[in-house]
């Protein structure tokens, strides 16, 4: 927050801004009233490109890494996280599916092929070797860092060693082109691999893509319960962030929007916009929901997101349902050792048959987990068909073993 307002000092920025809101706002007038927590608007699939700044090879995270956070993006985003049991039954009612969903980009801004990562050797940033938000520098050739993709094509995401105690930082609807984007540690990135606690599920960058939809802190940045405001009428007041391992009982305000009526609700620490540790975060809230779709189609450089040349499947409206969503398999192609992603909210018992290039089952598991490892070492080189068989219908995946 303090880089925003920093950045609001810019006369021109300002004025972008201020038109970014404004827009958001007519466009929340005229449709948030047929948004519901599960529906009301198209599925939106939004291309992303992650550039991966390292200074040793410790830093230099794996793509594995990187999908398990693009997982977890897609799971916090539809609301199919594992997690959403636990949400207390007074926001459950309240807790929105955004339609929302995002997937690394198949194409270079060049029209080549990509795996939707870029990974620069670097000295480090301005400051001791560290990137921070104030020099920018992790989005910048010319500092250290890497200059990101077209932003009306992609969602930049940078990952890098930040300044020690910051997590991530995230740029709001209508500022800069050039710097468009997310940043986030490379130990608060993903769900493996680097990732340190208590900032292991991914939810930072949750949190921070949040900010780039236009969402703000659900406490209003201000210490207070009667100044502030995060724009959103169904996130409770709180005086601050909430800073804890899901004290689900705290109720640090009783004056409330109007449409909560006559009831008092505790403060919704389970919210991404919380600065809750990631065991406690799983939802957003409906009136959130809105908010997001209101940036993503009043901003001029979010909406071209939908049409985006980034060859990313399913940009902008989806088909009809498909199970075959709820699956990421990585890496592919592979070696034979295959990690299965799966986030639907079913049950994750389900049979896998591994089928071969002339329609042969050649192999056969049973899935007991949302994530789980399948050995296909043994198999000859070649493409295989991984068909699920679930509580959610069947799907099917192609992977590569060379």
């Not at 200074?55 to 985003?77: E, G, P, R, T």
């Not at 070797?129 to 995401?157: C, H, M, R, V």
């Not at 070696?335 to 002339?358: L, P, R």
């Not at 493409?383 to 699920?388: A, E, S, V």
Request: charged share 15%; aromatic share 12%.
């Amino acid at each position: 927050m303090p880089v925003y307002e920093q950045h609001r000092q810019d006369p021109a920025t300002q004025q972008r801004m201020n038109m970014a809101q404004a827009a958001a706002r007519n466009w929340h007038q005229n449709h948030a009233g047929n948004i519901t927590r599960s529906s009301g608007s198209a599925l939106i699939t939004i291309p992303v490109v992650v550039h991966v700044l390292y200074k040793d090879a410790s830093q230099n995270i794996s793509d594995q890494q990187i999908q398990s956070q693009i997982a977890v993006l897609n799971q916090d985003y539809r609301r199919l996280n594992a997690d959403t049991s636990n949400t207390v039954s007074i926001f459950d009612t309240i807790a929105a599916d955004a339609q929302i969903e995002f997937c690394l980009a198949g194409l270079d801004p060049q029209g080549n092929p990509t795996n939707g990562i870029t990974r620069t050797s670097t000295a480090g940033g301005q400051f001791l070797g560290y990137f921070s938000p104030f020099f920018e520098d992790a989005k910048y050739d010319s500092l250290g860092g890497k200059n990101a993709w077209p932003t009306d094509q992609y969602l930049n995401i940078w990952v890098c060693e930040l300044f020690p105690g910051l997590l991530g930082y995230a740029q709001f609807p209508g500022d800069a082109a050039a710097s468009d984007g997310v940043v986030v540690t490379y130990t608060a990135f993903g769900t493996m691999g680097t990732v340190t606690a208590p900032s292991t599920l991914g939810r930072t960058t949750t949190h921070e893509v949040g900010h780039w939809l236009g969402l703000y802190h659900i406490w209003g940045d201000d210490n207070d319960c009667t100044t502030g405001s995060d724009s959103v009428y169904d996130t409770p007041n709180a005086t601050s962030a909430s800073q804890s391992d899901c004290q689900v009982a705290r109720n640090s305000c009783s004056n409330e929007d109007p449409w909560w009526g006559s009831i008092d609700p505790t403060d919704n620490v389970q919210n991404y916009m919380d600065y809750s540790n990631d065991s406690c975060m799983n939802m957003f809230t409906l009136g959130q929901k809105a908010r997001m779709l209101s940036f993503l189609y009043g901003d001029p450089r979010r909406l071209a997101l939908f049409t985006s040349p980034a060859g990313c499947a399913a940009v902008g409206v989806q088909e009809p349902f498909s199970y075959d969503r709820y699956f990421s398999l990585y890496p592919n192609p592979s070696n034979g050792q295959i990690t299965v992603s799966y986030f639907g909210t079913w049950n994750s018992a389900m049979q896998v048959e591994v089928i071969d290039a002339t329609g042969r089952i050649a192999q056969t598991y049973q899935a007991n987990a949302y994530n789980y490892t399948l050995d296909l070492s043994g198999l000859a080189k070649g493409i295989y068909t991984l068909r699920f068989i679930g509580e959610g219908g069947a799907a099917a995946k192609r992977v590569v073993i060379q």
